[in-house]
């Protein structure tokens, strides 16, 4: 399966590529004010407002450096009642993407109530990397239900 | 992050200049190497431009342009003035211009002989014969010779090769953009012509596989 590779801050993380729908260079993002700090801003997205979560501030607590490798990660969502909706992601040097097995993914029994996206490992040769599961990803976002209403009314 | 060592400079990207780099008798060539990767990645590590995200930004707000669905592949050739073309998958092969060896005792004109191809004997059919296409008058010095081929056409089992003055390849285009056929042409080209699509300024003439092939096996019994 496809994986794709990027880092937050000097630490690699991966996600699977099955909901990837494209990954976007950095643009300029619309501030939404009062909103959580890992909001980074609205995208506008081909006509769809999409909002853009910035990966390493919310699991780091640090904004993305603003680089030429820092880009945007496009994800297919669908909502329990069949409506589709697109999430941004951004992260930094999202320039790689490897092919590995369904078995190199591992679970270390671990359940972050804070993050439960967390959980996984992907293991390689000499090291562990991070696997930001992207199925969990929304749970932690209570914004989320307006924002999927907005985009569906164009 | 900054990697100031650009070894692949001083050594040569193929270690054709000695010293030679140790790791490239295990990777080859620099691009297999983590060191030249890296430093390429790092070109990308550079700060963020303000106006290469406004670029992008306004790239992004448009939508994608639909992408012409159902669009068919065919090949594009010449045979005296006429531009022609057949369905891509009917194409087994271009080859060369061979010699092509005549049958004694056949007096159609539309058989031309047998060519070798790979081996295999291979009927060779001119289309201009069959279509009733004049000769264009060559001009001296033209490089006319230099474009002929050969097309090996494979219809319902059976190959046809066609000599042509000129191939162009593939062309894609969508089916919906098919003109009909003037009913002033007074060519036979045009029985054969299934419509006209237009291609670099010139209006090339899709040809009728079905028709064409019927009346080249009638025409040779």
């Known amino acids: ?154 | 992050m900054e990697n100031k060592d650009r070894c692949w400079k001083r050594i040569g990207v193929w270690g054709n200049e000695l010293p030679r780099c140790p790791k490239l008798a295990e990777v080859i060539h620099c691009r297999n190497c983590q060191v030249f990767t890296q430093a390429g990645r790092n070109l990308l590590e550079r700060p963020l431009p303000e106006a290469y995200k406004d670029e992008w930004g306004t790239i992004l707000v448009k939508k994608k342009g639909k992408e012409p669905v159902g669009a068919i592949a065919v090949v594009v050739f010449r045979i005296a003035s006429e531009w022609m073309a057949l369905p891509a998958g009917l194409f087994a092969e271009i080859i060369e211009d061979v010699s092509i060896h005549t049958l004694p005792h056949r007096k159609t004109p539309v058989l031309l002989g047998l060519v070798n191809v790979h081996g295999e004997i291979q009927l060779c059919v001119s289309l201009k014969h069959l279509m009733n296409l004049e000769d264009v008058i060559v001009k001296k010095g033209a490089p006319e010779k230099e474009k002929k081929r050969l097309m090996v056409v494979s219809k319902d089992g059976e190959q046809w090769v066609f000599p042509v003055h000129e191939i162009h390849g593939i062309h894609h285009f969508n089916p919906g953009l098919l003109q009909n056929v003037p009913v002033t042409i007074a060519k036979s080209k045009s029985t054969f012509t299934e419509g006209i699509f237009k291609w670099n300024a010139k209006h090339v003439a899709l040809l009728d596989d079905e028709l064409l092939f019927y009346t080249l096996k009638r025409s040779l019994q």
């Open chain 1, 1 to 154: 399966m496809l994986v794709l590779l990027f880092y937050l801050g000097n630490i690699m993380y991966t996600m699977k590529c099955d909901r990837v729908r494209e990954v976007a260079p950095m643009v300029p993002l619309k501030e939404v004010p009062h909103a959580p700090e890992y909001v980074a801003g609205l995208f506008n997205y081909r006509g769809v407002i999409v909002p853009v979560i910035d990966l390493r501030c919310l699991i780091q607590g640090k904004p993305c450096e603003m680089r030429m490798s820092t880009r945007i990660i496009l994800v297919d969502y669908v909502k329990e009642d069949n409506t589709p909706y697109i999430l941004g992601l951004m992260a930094e040097r999202v320039t790689e993407t490897a092919r590995r097995d369904e078995s190199a993914f591992v679970s270390p029994g671990l359940k972050l109530a804070e993050a439960p996206y967390l959980g996984g490992l992907m293991m390689e040769e000499k090291e562990m990397i991070q696997y930001v599961d992207l199925d969990l990803l929304p749970e932690s976002f209570q914004f989320l239900p307006e924002l999927v209403n907005a985009q569906n009314e164009k």
